[in-house]
């Protein structure tokens, strides 16, 4: 029996050598070995997001607690270790107190306008389908939620505006003067209207989804029986969509809570502390004090009072869901 030839041989026969592989086929072919685990993959889809969010969001908050331990102006340079007193200050600071209460009362206020607006409103365009010019009104309605806190600050303070303003000139008109800006009296319910007046519009889109979310064989029941508008939302819209209702809440309260474009543009915080909220103090004494030391120390206590009122919400929300749950 004669010996088979391999094919190696047969090459090796007819001075064939195989093409060189590439450098780049090479690294590609690596990758993909490498991407065939799904948990290397999907850190690697993941990274350069962590990357940034580490950048931009861990690295600067560590750097703030540090400076909150520290005096240090940026005008003079000089730093100086404080340890709890910057936190101590601002704790006995009766300016402070009456602050966070003013600024308590702003997000009450404009989130619980917001909020029940929005619900009644959405509740009437979703329950109105066959309505003319729905789209039309729906998409004019949310246009105060495009527009930037600066352009609408800008807007309603020309609008505000005591000399040429259309409000004086109306109120003039039936032989009275105003100038919501520049009274004590007036000053807070008029910025306050116009945080509901763009805001409005993003809590009738949450009802809105809220609203898509409620299963229709329930409603179709809720029909058939004729319960009243107020039993169908307590017992049937309530239940299935306050989620997406308590998650807008929840937005609404911690961007509320931070408010700064919209007030420093129309008053700066006056006339004389009305609508000094604590984020317009926050950026005085950060730049225009210079004061980095007390103004982060100032920044970290809001940052822990925005995550006390996020595990509020998650704790409600919780203890709901546990409770229907037993029921159930």
Not at 14 to 30: E, H, M, V, Y
Not at 54 to 81: A, D, H, K
Not at 108 to 116: A, D, E, M, R
Request: cysteine-free.
């Amino acid at each position: 029996m004669q010996a088979t030839t391999t094919d190696t041989e047969r090459l090796d026969a007819l001075n064939f050598t195989p093409p060189a592989i590439s450098p780049l086929r090479q690294a590609w072919d690596s990758f993909n070995r490498v991407t065939g685990n799904k948990w290397i993959f999907a850190t690697l889809l993941i990274a350069p997001v962590m990357l940034f969010f580490i950048i931009w969001n861990v690295i600067p908050t560590l750097w703030m607690i540090g400076l909150s331990f520290y005096r240090y102006s940026l005008t003079l340079g000089n730093l100086q270790f404080l340890g709890v007193e910057n936190y101590e200050d601002i704790m006995t600071d009766v300016r402070i107190w009456a602050t966070f209460s003013r600024t308590f009362i702003w997000v009450i206020l404009g989130v619980g306008i917001q909020t029940v607006l929005g619900i009644l409103l959405g509740i009437l365009f979703w329950g109105s389908k066959e309505m003319p010019g729905r789209r039309i009104a729906l998409t004019m309605l949310f246009t105060p939620m495009l527009i930037t806190p600066v352009a609408a600050g800008v807007f309603f303070r020309l609008i505000y505006e005591p000399s040429f303003g259309i409000v004086n000139w109306v109120v003039r008109s039936f032989g009275g003067e105003v100038n919501l800006l520049g009274s004590q009296e007036t000053a807070f319910a008029a910025v306050l209207f116009v945080d509901i007046w763009m805001w409005t519009p993003f809590m009738i889109l949450i009802t809105l989804a809220a609203l898509g979310s409620v299963p229709k064989a329930e409603l179709e029941a809720a029909e058939v029986d004729r319960l009243p508008w107020i039993r169908r939302f307590r017992h049937i819209i309530l239940p299935n969509g306050k989620f997406i209702l308590m998650l807008g809440i929840l937005l609404r309260t911690i961007d509320s809570f931070k408010t700064l474009d919209l007030v420093y543009l129309m008053t700066q915080g006056g006339p004389g502390n009305t609508t000094d909220l604590l984020s317009v103090m926050l950026r005085r004494q950060a730049f225009e004090a210079f004061d980095l030391g007390w103004s982060s120390a100032l920044a970290i206590l809001l940052l822990l009072t925005a995550i006390a009122f996020t595990s509020m919400y998650l704790y409600i929300l919780n203890q709901t869901n546990k409770t229907q749950g037993e029921a159930a």
